[in-house]
């Protein structure tokens, strides 16, 4: 099992706002943080217990100083080798500032990274593993819809009349 470390960009990055806190806190104070590292922004702990403990998990948690340390607590009782990213401010200007600096410094944990930090383009469209195209459909390929209906066709009609509902009523 891998543990996560705050210098080394995880497999898995979260962002959770803490439950007594509102969404102005994640609209304005994180947005800069957000649109530069896009972690993946969840509302609960649980479902940080979904990801198989073999994989790096880092969740920055932006929080009061009431709830930051139960909040480490259930994190580590969700999964042990997550690495706790607590923002932890009392007022909502220093939260926003620690944030906007974060991402201007490019440190998305509150340290340099050893590695460089990937950069996603929101404007890119996501492509497939790049494969090699046969040169002619496999057989049995439809390659050509069926004919359309012609003014003075016939109306389809039905092979056989149905006996009912396939329930029986």
């Known amino acids: 099992m891998r543990q996560a470390q705050p210098d080394i960009y ?3 990055h979260f962002l959770l706002i803490a439950p007594n806190l509102g969404a102005e806190w994640f609209f304005d104070a994180a947005r ?6 896009r972690p993946t922004v969840i509302t609960d702990l649980e479902f940080v217990g979904l990801i ?4 790096t998990v880092i969740v920055t948690v932006i ?7 139960q909040l480490g607590v259930q994190l580590a009782q969700i999964n042990p080798n997550a690495y706790y990213d607590p923002v932890v401010y009392s007022l909502f200007e220093e939260t926003r500032a620690a944030l ?15 590695a460089p930090t990937p950069t996603l383009d929101p404007n890119a469209t996501l492509t ?3 494969r090699l195209l046969p040169t002619r459909p496999p057989a049995g390929f439809v390659t050509q819809a069926p004919p359309t209906a012609q003014p003075g066709d016939q109306e389809p009609t039905p ?7 396939v329930t029986g009523g």
């Open 10 to 12: 995880p497999e898995y």
């Open 32 to 37: 800069s943080y957000w649109e530069r590292y």
């Open 52 to 55: 198989p403990q073999e994989r």
């Open 63 to 69: 929080a009061l100083r009431d709830m930051a340390a």
């Open 100 to 114: 906007d600096e974060r991402a201007r410094l490019g440190q998305p944990f509150g340290v340099p990274l050893n």
């Open 128 to 130: 497939p593993t790049p």
């Open 159 to 165: 092979l056989a009349p149905t006996p009912g509902p």
